[in-house]
């Protein structure tokens, strides 16, 4: 009986652990469920529109919603001013903020 048992669960693993791999391939990875939303502006050019704000190098790059708005974050390591952030909108390109 014992022996049975065993069988029919192995036999039912060996059915069902194929099905779940299956199905969680299809599933949508996290990163694209975290998928940029497109910008008008790129990269570069709210690169340049914050260097004007704040000379210095840009040490990070990325986009985060802020204030209710999609907005490019660069990171600026001035001479004068330290690490500041400029948020640049992704839409406009215009500076919505400093930190």
């Known amino acids: ?3 049975t048992i065993h069988w029919g669960l192995l036999a039912s693993l060996l059915f069902v652990a ?3 791999v299956v199905v969680q391939a299809q599933q949508p990875s996290r990163s694209k469920e975290r998928a940029q939303p497109a910008a008008k502006i790129t990269e570069e050019q709210a690169k340049k529109i914050a260097l004007e ?3 210095g190098e840009v ?3 990325v ?3 802020k204030r209710g708005k999609n907005v490019y974050v660069i990171e600026i390591q001035s001479p004068e001013q330290g ?3 400029v948020f640049v909108d992704i839409e406009t390109g215009k500076i919505v903020a400093t930190d």
């Open 1 to 3: 009986m014992k022996r």
């Open 18 to 20: 194929p099905a779940v």
């Open 53 to 55: 704000r704040i000379p």
């Open 59 to 61: 040490t990070d790059v």
């Open 63 to 65: 986009i985060e919603k």
């Open 83 to 85: 690490e500041k952030d």
